[in-house]
């Protein structure tokens, strides 16, 4: 991009070259010496009372070292709301609870041991549907919750929603559910834990939060956190998955502990499947309003979530949903509740989007409603609507940059919106709201930097910044590169370890590069000014007259003055009292916490994007063919635009997915399709034709040199443009997801429409 070396250019990942080689070590590569494999039991019934455990057959088989219950290994419980026991004593409430766990000289042994283990339970009645949950008689899964609704809840009001529903000249109405999906991580979950001197604990985790996790892991096992240091190999994805803290790592580190001995557990592709958290499924009615010149009245929604049988952060999926229902587009009154209700299934937790992909799929369906009903073209509608910087929406976030409208015209352009289309084919559009500049869930949202220059020239960036392959370590090394005028090849990111690396809060909310990245700007600028007193008197310059490029630090009034930035560097140090150029930097944006009332600005900045698509359904059997797919992202600046087409055209598969094929199916909480031939993800033969990705610019002030964030967003609007097009196209509406063919065909044979 002019203006900048480095910033705006398209170039490879840092980590490509170790990743396609298979140079990359993934936890499931590493070997201790005297290192055990752990395996863990689980309940055979959703919902029943433990009579009785016997582990003595296990010890039997040649290899065991250890066996632990509940009654030997005394924690804390995990989870939001503590209330998941680690290893369950008296009741189990879903099939994929931790009765038991065994560690042994091989997997195959392990997994024998825990087949001899000896469980006998008292089946309990149980219940599987969130409305059934709450009705009244339903088995109370937690004593702190009765008719199973969660103390944590959602009821946000501003201005009068249902009297300005009653005035409103058209509204729109329907209810809307979601379902389960999980992650797919190409990696399957993992956990090492290692005792050593004195009592410390060296965990290796692809967790997502390793700074947290030191206070968590300490709270429940009781050692302590100043003793805990986190490694984290290579992740092989995670998209929310590893956000919080599981029975499995507190398992591994009881088992390190009773042995004596380096364990580690690592599940099979069927456990990743049937006891990772997935995707939160919800019920949601809404409705909206606008006057006759088609701008919104009112918005109104209440939902109701399935939780699961124990609390993570799907409880707090409810907030994010409710940035989009409350701040897409300008909408003076707002209603929004929502219900967290426990059943015997699957407990859910963070998954890209956070709650919003599943509200905008409801949100974006009734605004194609209003617009039809209002007779205003769709992307007109939007567009007299849309988001506009210096606005301020109803739960107080201020809207700085904001490309909307120019996405909304380009997704349209591009798409054909207005233009020829053959017999059941449809063209739909959607927008998205997100959080672009951090998101402030905890007190703190900041990020640390040290920034080291070396003899040569070479700058290495230690930092807590997880990288779970966003792209985000390439984009701080160019961060840093264009700080510091240094060629790209210079730059490497350190982030494996708690001990080396400053705090971070960890990767989520789409915080990464516009949060790190920050901090690298931080403790690069402390690095020039402490190079700029040392080069100055070397060439005989001011201070303020010195830029860097090329690997040189030259006066811009005089460029002939200039000097190696790894002479400076070696001149400083390499002498009678010397020292080191080492520069840090700490980054806690300026957004607000919220309080119970959900109002304050939390995020520094936001993110927005139109997708369009173009379908083709066959009425005959109800299949969906999407045959162009265009994303138009308000990206602030793009860091680096290959990365970011990477983020984008994963987010397309991932929630073309979530939208057509991809669903956990259960049966009374048991999982049937536990394995990738049964759960249906896109094949790269099933994706559009064309994909078109473009890429609005605003430049946002508080970014790293304009970024925003944008991982999330890519697939937060991609749902409710399928079902926009299918209506388009065949004439109904699509409430549920997926839109399987079976689904779509029974709609469509429902309105007599089907051949």
Known sequence: MSGFACVGRKVHKIDAFDKVTGRAVYGHDL?????????????????????????????????VHAVITAADAKTGNIGFLQDHPVLKGDRVRSFRDEVAAVAASSEEAAEEACSRIIVKYEPLPAVFDPFEAMAPGAPQLHDS??????????DFNEGDADKALESSAFTAEGTFRTHYVTHCCMETCFALAVFGRGGSLTFHSSTQIPY???????RVTGVPAWKIRIRQPVIGGAFGSKLDVYPYEIIAILLAQRTGRPVKITYTREEEFRCTPTRQPMVIRMSAGCDREGKLTARKAEAVLDNGAYTSWGITTPHIMLTGISSLYKV?????????????????????????????????????????KAGIDPVEFRLRNANTPGSVTPQRFRITTCGLSECIRKAAERIGFGGPKAANEGVGIACMFHVGGGGRVYKSDGCGVIAKLDDFGRLSL????????????????????????????????????????????????????????????????????????HAAPMIGSDPKNLEFRDSKIIDCMNPDRNIEISRVVRAVHFREKGRMIVGKGFYDPPNEFQGKDFRGNVSSTYAFAAHAVRVRVDPSTGKIAVLKFVAAHDVGRAINPLGLEGQVHGAIAQGLGFALSEQLVYDKGRLLNDNFTDYKMLLARDMPAEIEIHFIETDDPEGPFGAKGVSEAGIIPIPAAVANAVADAVGIRIRTLPMTPENVHSALKAAGKAT
């Open 462 to 533: 230690m930092t807590g910044a997880t990288e779970i392959g966003t792209g985000s370590d390439t984009a701080m090394a160019m961060i840093g590169a264009e700080c510091l005028g240094l060629p790209l090849d210079a730059v490497s990111v350190i982030n494996d370890d708690t001990d080396v690396g400053p705090w971070d809060v960890g990767i989520h909310a789409s915080r990464m590069t516009f949060i790190g990245g920050n901090a690298v700007i931080m403790a690069c600028e402390d690095i020039k000014d402490q190079l700029r007193e």
């Open 332 to 372: 003076p009154n707002v209603s929004f509740k929502a219900f967290s209700v426990y059943t015997n299934n699957a407990y859910a937790s963070a998954f890209r989007g956070y709650g919003n992909p599943q509200g905008t799929f409801a949100n974006e369906q009734l605004i194609d409603e209003l617009a039809l």
């Open 212 to 218: 947290l996790m030191q206070n968590t892991l300490s």
């Open 31 to 63: 070997r201790i010496p005297g290192m055990l494999h752990g395996r863990i039991l689980r309940s055979a019934h959703a919902h029943a009372r433990i009579a009785e455990i016997d582990a003595r057959p296990a010890l039997g088989v040649p290899g």
């Open 145 to 154: 919750a009765p008719a199973n609704i969660i103390k944590f809840g959602y």
